[in-house]
């Protein structure tokens, strides 16, 4: 069974149509990264999918249940899921262990409070108050909360925002570690590396339609578009597209009898082909 | 699998924790817990008279001061609090986790019980030394006065996170909510007396669960010679029952019906 199933849904805000016939399905233990520009629809169908917003039409299923049903049921459903949000920053007059272990209350089957500050690199500050954190380990702390219910499917809205290089390093491990859990993931997020280094799948959201839900390596058409030889000749650079960047290294290679000067094979990053999709064209 | 915890179990955990994130906001305990003893003091020193054989100003005042630190604390606290951690994010991120809204609720209606018992143990307490505050005599007073703090403090608190989903943001609500405490204060005749003010501001009043609770107290404060005094010429008690019941009912309905989690 799927983590997450959508079929044709729909959501308008006025003459807007913020969702405009999303099918989506999300396999149990993936992660999946949702792309878009905002005012793409991106936060629309994540809310939609985690009951904090209604829909006008269309059928979904999250861990079988529909989110925007109430009552105990309701209840029963959210101990099994984990949210991240955009932006919070409430509660600065609790340290960091009152609040997880606070939370950790909420759940039938909690995480152990210790280990969750351990995963999210927060031991050092585990008796600091929430208001003396920075920005970087009040997006940890949040994170933390996410996943202290012990989550089949956690939702991440743009959860790096903020950290600094190594600190994301270690949330990435942090997540591949969940999934090797088994838990489901749904991120969003605006840092395409991001997406290439933890998503099994990612969607392209744009004006409210999935553009095309690919592996990393094969949006757009990426594994199989030309790629880019650039070498230096002489003092001019020059570059070569090509679908056969190994006979033409080897070509160059017998040209300059060994080392090619500054060579260099690429092929499209996500980000080029994810710019083409949603019609941004730069230099 | 374990049971998720009952909502009952969870608003006393939220209750605790509502009081310590309170007990660490140095000036919201100072402002909330000695604001009324504040007020007692300039009003005694002020209206040092004698309002009826026996009764002085000081204990029509502080018959008046704990209705409206009942309506202080839950309403007013709440409806200004709420929408700034709507703002946060803070409730949208409940919203999020298996905690239902009752316990939500039930930690504050916690919050805003645990500092009454405070506001009015410092009142008593400084009441009786500096200004010869005179306390209830009779059992059957101080269990008027028991219903009274109790249901004052539902209704208080139901109202306050009813209100919540009037200000537009944090911010804002400092001033949305603020005068109509104000001016439902000195409606009431909490702090003049109320036989005293245009009868068109006692009709207004009347309306408002304030003017019921103050007159509820001054039942348990004043003798009960003085409730010839009153407009109604009696203490009313069982007409306060119901308009508290009835506003109670009110504050449920709309707090479980409307109570917005996010701020759009």
Known sequence: MNAIEVKALSKSYGDIHAVDGIDLSIAEGEIFALLGPNGAGKTTTVE??????????GDVSVLGFDPRLGGQEARQWRNRIGIVLQSTSDSGDLSVIETIAHFSGYYSNPRDVNEVINSVGLDDKSNSLIRKLSGGQRRRLDVALGIIGNPELLFLDEPTTGFDPEARRNFWALIKKLRGNGTTIVLTTHYLDEAEALA??????????IMEIATPAELGGRSTSKALVTWRDGH?????????????VGQLTSTFNGEIPELTVTRLSLEDIYLKMIGVHHE | ????????????RRGGLEIRQFARQRESVIFTLLFPVMLLAIFGSVFKDTIAPGVTFSQYFVAGMIASGLVNTGFQGLAITIPLERDFGALKRLRGT?????????????????????QILMLFGFGVIFFGVHMPTSGSKWLTFAWLVLLGSACSTALGIAFSIVPKSGRGASAVVSPIVIILQFFSGVFFIFTQLPSWMQQVAAIFPLKWLTQGMRSVFLPDSFATQEVAKSWENGRTFIVLMMWLAIGIYFSVRKFKWDRD
């Open chain 2, 98 to 118: 298996p905690m239902p809204a009752s316990s939500y609720f039930i930690g504050k209606a916690i919050l805003v019980s645990v500092s009454m018992v405070i």
């Open chain 1, 48 to 57: 939609i999918l985690e009951g904090f917003r209604t829909r006008d039409s």
């Open chain 1, 200 to 209: 099994d799948r990612v969607g392209v959201i744009n004006n409210g339609r």
């Open chain 2, 1 to 12: 699998m374990n049971k998720i915890p009952s909502a009952l179990s969870l608003g006393i």
């Open chain 1, 236 to 248: 001019e650079i020059k570059s070569q597209a090509t679908d056969n960047p190994t006979a033409l």
